[in-house]
Protein backbone atom coordinates (compact mmCIF):
# COMPACT_ATOMS: atom_id res chain seq x y z
CA UNK A 1 0.00 0.00 0.00
CA UNK A 2 1.06 3.33 -1.08
CA UNK A 3 0.78 6.87 0.65
CA UNK A 4 -1.79 7.91 -1.35
CA UNK A 5 -4.22 4.61 0.40
CA UNK A 6 -5.11 6.97 3.03
CA UNK A 7 -6.76 10.00 1.33
CA UNK A 8 -9.90 10.31 -1.32
CA UNK A 9 -8.62 12.52 -3.94
CA UNK A 10 -5.09 12.00 -5.86
CA UNK A 11 -4.52 14.92 -7.86
CA UNK A 12 -1.85 13.88 -10.68
CA UNK A 13 0.28 16.58 -12.13
CA UNK A 14 1.97 15.56 -14.88
CA UNK A 15 5.05 17.66 -15.31
CA UNK A 16 7.39 18.06 -18.69
CA UNK A 17 9.72 21.61 -18.33
CA UNK A 18 7.65 23.25 -16.17
CA UNK A 19 10.70 24.65 -13.64
CA UNK A 20 9.21 27.97 -13.80
CA UNK A 21 5.38 27.43 -12.81
CA UNK A 22 7.11 24.62 -9.66
CA UNK A 23 6.75 26.91 -6.85
CA UNK A 24 3.55 28.54 -7.83
CA UNK A 25 2.32 25.04 -7.94
CA UNK A 26 3.88 24.25 -4.39
CA UNK A 27 2.28 27.31 -3.05
CA UNK A 28 -1.59 27.24 -4.31
CA UNK A 29 -2.14 23.40 -4.60
CA UNK A 30 -0.52 23.25 -1.37
CA UNK A 31 -3.29 25.79 0.55
CA UNK A 32 -5.50 23.68 -1.38
CA UNK A 33 -5.20 20.84 -0.05
CA UNK A 34 -6.13 21.15 3.47
CA UNK A 35 -9.29 23.13 2.21
CA UNK A 36 -10.41 20.32 -0.02
CA UNK A 37 -14.14 18.20 0.85
CA UNK A 38 -12.47 15.46 0.98
CA UNK A 39 -8.87 14.13 2.41
CA UNK A 40 -6.63 15.31 -0.36
CA UNK A 41 -2.84 14.47 -2.11
CA UNK A 42 -0.92 15.55 -5.06
CA UNK A 43 0.96 13.48 -7.10
CA UNK A 44 3.26 15.05 -9.38
CA UNK A 45 4.60 12.72 -12.41
CA UNK A 46 7.93 14.44 -13.85
CA UNK A 47 7.72 13.05 -17.05
CA UNK A 48 11.65 13.21 -17.91
CA UNK A 49 11.49 16.79 -18.04
CA UNK A 50 15.14 18.02 -18.93
CA UNK A 51 15.20 21.19 -17.23
CA UNK A 52 15.15 22.05 -13.14
CA UNK A 53 11.70 20.29 -12.87
CA UNK A 54 12.56 17.30 -11.12
CA UNK A 55 14.54 19.21 -8.22
CA UNK A 56 11.92 21.55 -7.87
CA UNK A 57 9.86 18.85 -7.05
CA UNK A 58 11.58 17.45 -5.12
CA UNK A 59 12.18 20.32 -2.95
CA UNK A 60 8.58 21.10 -2.86
CA UNK A 61 7.61 17.26 -1.73
CA UNK A 62 9.74 17.75 1.22
CA UNK A 63 8.40 21.17 1.90
CA UNK A 64 4.75 20.54 1.82
CA UNK A 65 2.38 18.00 3.31
CA UNK A 66 0.54 15.88 0.87
CA UNK A 67 2.84 16.28 -1.66
CA UNK A 68 3.99 13.42 -3.35
CA UNK A 69 6.01 12.44 -7.18
CA UNK A 70 7.22 9.69 -9.06
CA UNK A 71 9.60 10.45 -11.89
CA UNK A 72 9.28 8.41 -15.27
CA UNK A 73 12.94 7.80 -17.03
CA UNK A 74 12.13 9.18 -20.10
CA UNK A 75 9.78 11.56 -21.62
CA UNK A 76 7.02 9.31 -22.63
CA UNK A 77 4.19 12.20 -23.39
CA UNK A 78 0.98 13.34 -21.67
CA UNK A 79 -0.67 9.85 -22.03
CA UNK A 80 2.01 7.99 -20.57
CA UNK A 81 2.26 10.87 -17.56
CA UNK A 82 -1.72 10.34 -16.88
CA UNK A 83 -1.32 6.44 -16.82
CA UNK A 84 1.62 6.44 -14.58
CA UNK A 85 -0.17 8.48 -11.73
CA UNK A 86 -3.27 6.54 -12.43
CA UNK A 87 -1.47 3.23 -12.25
CA UNK A 88 -0.24 4.96 -8.74
CA UNK A 89 -2.84 6.33 -7.10
CA UNK A 90 -4.86 3.87 -4.70
CA UNK A 91 -7.33 6.51 -3.33
CA UNK A 92 -10.79 6.61 -4.35
CA UNK A 93 -10.87 9.09 -6.80
CA UNK A 94 -8.12 10.22 -8.89
CA UNK A 95 -7.65 14.43 -10.55
CA UNK A 96 -5.86 15.72 -13.04
CA UNK A 97 -5.06 18.97 -13.81
CA UNK A 98 -2.12 20.16 -15.67
CA UNK A 99 1.12 21.97 -14.20
CA UNK A 100 0.35 25.15 -16.63
CA UNK A 101 -1.35 26.96 -13.83
CA UNK A 102 -4.54 27.83 -16.71
CA UNK A 103 -6.73 25.92 -14.81
CA UNK A 104 -7.62 26.56 -10.91
CA UNK A 105 -7.41 23.50 -8.08
CA UNK A 106 -10.23 25.09 -6.34
CA UNK A 107 -12.28 23.78 -9.21
CA UNK A 108 -12.02 20.25 -7.62
CA UNK A 109 -14.94 21.30 -5.19
CA UNK A 110 -17.66 21.43 -7.87
CA UNK A 111 -16.57 18.71 -9.70
CA UNK A 112 -16.12 16.46 -6.51
CA UNK A 113 -20.18 17.48 -5.63
CA UNK A 114 -20.86 15.39 -8.58
CA UNK A 115 -18.10 12.44 -8.75
CA UNK A 116 -20.01 10.08 -6.08
CA UNK A 117 -22.42 9.69 -8.88
CA UNK A 118 -20.25 10.02 -11.97
CA UNK A 119 -17.27 7.50 -12.72
CA UNK A 120 -15.99 10.84 -14.74
CA UNK A 121 -16.22 14.35 -14.08
CA UNK A 122 -14.67 16.91 -16.07
CA UNK A 123 -14.74 20.90 -16.55
CA UNK A 124 -15.52 23.18 -19.23
CA UNK A 125 -13.50 25.86 -20.22
CA UNK A 126 -15.56 28.51 -19.51
CA UNK A 127 -14.17 32.18 -20.92
CA UNK A 128 -11.17 30.24 -22.52
CA UNK A 129 -8.39 32.39 -21.97
CA UNK A 130 -6.61 30.91 -24.97
CA UNK A 131 -5.53 32.68 -28.34
CA UNK A 132 -8.40 32.74 -31.01
CA UNK A 133 -6.31 30.43 -33.45
CA UNK A 134 -5.83 27.99 -30.52
CA UNK A 135 -9.73 28.21 -29.86
CA UNK A 136 -10.41 27.57 -33.04
CA UNK A 137 -8.22 24.15 -33.55
CA UNK A 138 -9.55 23.05 -30.24
CA UNK A 139 -13.31 23.70 -31.90
CA UNK A 140 -12.47 21.93 -35.08
CA UNK A 141 -10.51 18.90 -33.44
CA UNK A 142 -13.65 18.38 -30.40
CA UNK A 143 -16.16 18.59 -33.34
CA UNK A 144 -14.27 16.16 -35.36
CA UNK A 145 -14.08 13.72 -32.40
CA UNK A 146 -17.75 14.12 -31.41
CA UNK A 147 -18.51 12.95 -35.11
CA UNK A 148 -15.98 10.14 -34.70
CA UNK A 149 -16.98 9.28 -31.08
CA UNK A 150 -20.45 9.76 -30.57
CA UNK A 151 -19.23 10.58 -27.06
CA UNK A 152 -21.56 14.14 -26.27
CA UNK A 153 -18.33 15.66 -24.33
CA UNK A 154 -17.93 19.64 -24.76
CA UNK A 155 -14.33 19.94 -23.89
CA UNK A 156 -12.50 16.60 -23.32
CA UNK A 157 -9.13 18.98 -24.06
CA UNK A 158 -10.15 20.53 -20.21
CA UNK A 159 -7.02 19.75 -17.79
CA UNK A 160 -9.39 19.32 -14.93
CA UNK A 161 -11.19 16.09 -14.25
CA UNK A 162 -12.19 13.57 -11.72
CA UNK A 163 -12.49 9.84 -12.20
CA UNK A 164 -13.25 6.46 -10.34
CA UNK A 165 -10.02 5.02 -9.23
CA UNK A 166 -11.23 1.75 -10.34
CA UNK A 167 -13.15 2.78 -13.69
CA UNK A 168 -9.39 4.76 -14.29
CA UNK A 169 -7.70 1.65 -13.86
CA UNK A 170 -9.84 -0.25 -16.76
CA UNK A 171 -9.26 2.42 -18.85
CA UNK A 172 -7.24 0.98 -22.45
CA UNK A 173 -4.12 3.54 -22.75
CA UNK A 174 -2.85 4.33 -25.60
CA UNK A 175 -1.08 7.51 -26.65
CA UNK A 176 -3.23 10.34 -26.99
CA UNK A 177 -6.28 8.77 -25.00
CA UNK A 178 -6.43 11.58 -22.70
CA UNK A 179 -8.92 13.17 -25.86
CA UNK A 180 -11.59 9.85 -25.35
CA UNK A 181 -11.65 10.04 -21.33
CA UNK A 182 -15.30 10.14 -22.17
CA UNK A 183 -15.44 7.42 -24.75
CA UNK A 184 -13.06 5.34 -23.10
CA UNK A 185 -15.60 5.67 -19.86
CA UNK A 186 -18.60 4.94 -21.76
CA UNK A 187 -16.88 1.41 -23.11
CA UNK A 188 -16.98 0.50 -19.56
CA UNK A 189 -20.56 -0.50 -19.08
CA UNK A 190 -21.93 2.31 -20.25
CA UNK A 191 -20.37 4.24 -17.79
CA UNK A 192 -21.24 8.14 -17.63
CA UNK A 193 -19.61 11.37 -17.39
CA UNK A 194 -20.69 15.21 -16.27
CA UNK A 195 -19.31 18.49 -17.32
CA UNK A 196 -19.61 21.62 -15.40
CA UNK A 197 -17.64 24.88 -16.18
CA UNK A 198 -14.48 25.79 -14.87
CA UNK A 199 -12.67 29.05 -14.71
CA UNK A 200 -9.86 29.50 -17.19
CA UNK A 201 -6.58 31.54 -16.88
CA UNK A 202 -4.01 32.57 -19.59
CA UNK A 203 -0.44 30.74 -19.20
CA UNK A 204 1.80 33.08 -17.05
CA UNK A 205 5.14 31.41 -17.00
CA UNK A 206 6.81 28.70 -19.16
CA UNK A 207 5.68 27.07 -22.73
CA UNK A 208 3.51 25.28 -24.12
CA UNK A 209 4.26 21.63 -25.14
CA UNK A 210 1.07 21.97 -27.67
CA UNK A 211 1.49 23.11 -31.63
CA UNK A 212 -0.72 22.85 -34.69
CA UNK A 213 0.65 18.90 -34.91
CA UNK A 214 -0.77 17.73 -31.95
CA UNK A 215 -3.58 19.82 -31.08
CA UNK A 216 -5.00 19.43 -34.49
CA UNK A 217 -3.68 16.38 -36.74
CA UNK A 218 -2.84 14.18 -33.89
CA UNK A 219 -6.13 14.12 -32.85
CA UNK A 220 -7.36 13.21 -35.93
CA UNK A 221 -5.44 9.93 -36.40
CA UNK A 222 -6.46 9.27 -33.05
CA UNK A 223 -10.26 9.25 -33.82
CA UNK A 224 -9.45 6.62 -36.43
CA UNK A 225 -7.08 4.31 -33.19
CA UNK A 226 -10.36 4.99 -31.52
CA UNK A 227 -12.28 4.27 -33.96
CA UNK A 228 -10.62 0.65 -34.53
CA UNK A 229 -10.06 0.02 -30.60
CA UNK A 230 -13.39 0.67 -29.45
CA UNK A 231 -15.12 -2.08 -32.35
CA UNK A 232 -12.24 -4.47 -31.11
CA UNK A 233 -12.69 -4.10 -27.01
CA UNK A 234 -13.43 -6.87 -24.81
CA UNK A 235 -15.57 -6.06 -21.89
CA UNK A 236 -17.63 -8.58 -20.22
CA UNK A 237 -19.42 -9.13 -16.67
CA UNK A 238 -19.65 -12.48 -14.68
CA UNK A 239 -23.17 -13.45 -13.92
CA UNK A 240 -22.16 -16.41 -11.94
CA UNK A 241 -19.37 -18.22 -10.41
CA UNK A 242 -18.76 -21.06 -7.54
CA UNK A 243 -14.80 -20.05 -6.94
Not at 14 to 30: A, F, S, T
Not at 83 to 88: M, Q, S
Not at 206 to 217: D, E, F, M, P, T
Request: a positive charge; proline letters at 5%; glycine letters at 6%.
Amino acid sequence: MNKTANYSLTIVIPVYNEEDNIKRLQEVVGAYLPACPVPACALFVNDGSKDRSLELIQEACKDTSHFYYISLKQNRGLSAAMKAGIDTAESKYVGYMDADMQTDVRDFDLLLKYAPEYPLVMGIRARRKDSAFKRMQSKIANSFRRMMTHDGATDTGCPLKILHTDYAKRVPFFTGMHRFLPALIQLQDGGKFYEIPVRHYPRQAGVSKYHLWNRLISPFKDCFAFRWMAHRYINYQVGENNL
